[in-house]
């Protein structure tokens, strides 16, 4: 017949002290790329929000450059529950910190604070808190449709879109938006085109951005060149298309 043994655990005070260096970093920029040929995250599990799962691997430059110094590599997982929970290790590349990684968690992607739970290397055993804010850079694209017209822009640097408006029929008459400056104020832009079509307005949800939008171009009544018809992509659903899909197809990742 088998004897058990029971488990013993001995505990040993240590009154060795305990001794360990402060980290700061600042001037770091996380480069969150949703799509495009540099994406640098991919859904796994889509769902229209609640449950979607992404793999992540965003870059860390010492710049807001894309031939910035990269410095780490932010690799793991987020996932909507309700709000974007990351969690991922921060896996260094910079000379004086290669091999070391710092294990992250919290939410949210856009602002406020990240945890430092663990490290490894120089790190091993870190804590501490990440403290972040949302930087979005404007990149301009296009034009689409024909060479009349008068160019338009908005007059203050966005932070966040709010609202798009889109008169449309047979073709785009008119688009309009509304926005957050990086100032916290809310600006509006348009109705730039004609006075045509029927008038729709999409409201977006706070958490919730464009990822693409995407359309056709081409003649109409074999005289002009226009925008025929968009359709806008969302983390969270799919609007449009407004107008009718006629002609040369367009597709961009914002």
Same mark, same amino acid.
């Given at each position: 017949?088998? /004897?058990?043994?029971?488990?013993?655990?001995?505990?040993?005070?240590?009154?060795?002290?305990?001794?360990?260096?402060?980290?700061?970093? +600042?001037?770091?920029?996380?480069? +969150? /790329?949703?799509?495009?040929?540099?994406?640098?995250?991919?859904?796994?599990?889509? @769902?229209?929000?609640?449950?979607?799962?992404?793999?992540?691997?965003?870059?860390? @430059?010492? !710049?807001?450059?894309?031939?910035?110094?990269?410095?780490? @590599?932010?690799?793991?997982? +987020?996932?909507?529950?309700?709000?974007? +929970?990351?969690?991922?290790?921060?896996?260094?590349?910079?000379?004086?910190?290669?091999?070391?990684?710092?294990?992250?968690?919290?939410?949210?992607?856009? !602002?406020?604070?990240?945890?430092?739970?663990?490290?490894?290397? @120089?790190?091993?055993?870190? /804590?501490?808190?990440?403290?972040?804010?949302?930087?979005?850079?404007?990149?301009?694209?296009?034009?689409?449709?024909?060479?009349?017209?008068?160019?338009?822009?908005?007059?203050?640097?966005?932070?966040?879109?709010? =609202?798009?408006?889109?008169?449309?029929?047979?073709?785009?008459?008119?688009?309009? $938006?509304?926005?957050?400056?990086?100032?916290?104020?809310?600006?509006?832009?348009?109705?730039?085109?004609?006075?045509? !079509?029927?008038?729709?307005?999409?409201?977006?949800?706070? =958490?919730? $951005?464009?990822?693409?939008?995407?359309?056709?171009?081409?003649?109409?009544?074999?005289?002009?060149?226009?925008?025929?018809?968009?359709?806008?992509?969302?983390?969270?659903? /799919?609007?449009?298309?407004?107008?009718?899909?006629?002609?040369?197809?367009?597709?961009?990742?914002?």
């Amino acid at each position: 017949m088998a /004897t058990s043994t029971p488990c013993i655990l001995q505990v040993s005070p240590s009154y060795a002290a305990t001794q360990g260096n402060e980290f700061n970093f +600042h001037g770091l920029y996380l480069y +969150h /790329t949703y799509k495009g040929p540099n994406a640098n995250q991919v859904e796994i599990i889509a @769902r229209q929000q609640f449950g979607t799962l992404t793999v992540n691997n965003w870059v860390i @430059r010492d !710049g807001l450059s894309g031939s910035a110094k990269v410095i780490a @590599r932010a690799q793991g997982l +987020h996932v909507n529950a309700s709000d974007w +929970h990351s969690s991922f290790s921060l896996v260094f590349e910079d000379e004086g910190f290669k091999g070391s990684t710092l294990q992250v968690m919290g939410v949210p992607v856009e !602002g406020g604070e990240w945890a430092i739970v663990g490290g490894t290397g @120089r790190f091993a055993m870190a /804590t501490g808190v990440i403290k972040k804010r949302s930087i979005i850079v404007a990149t301009k694209i296009g034009p689409w449709g024909g060479n009349g017209g008068s160019a338009q822009d908005i007059t203050e640097p966005p932070k966040r879109l709010e =609202s798009i408006s889109i008169s449309s029929g047979s073709v785009v008459d008119s688009i309009a $938006f509304s926005y957050v400056d990086q100032a916290g104020q809310k600006r509006t832009a348009g109705p730039w085109g004609g006075p045509g !079509g029927n008038p729709k307005t999409i409201e977006l949800s706070d =958490s919730e $951005f464009v990822k693409e939008v995407s359309g056709t171009f081409g003649m109409y009544a074999e005289v002009v060149n226009v925008i025929n018809s968009i359709k806008l992509v969302t983390n969270v659903k /799919t609007y449009g298309p407004f107008g009718q899909e006629n002609g040369s197809s367009f597709s961009v990742p914002v």
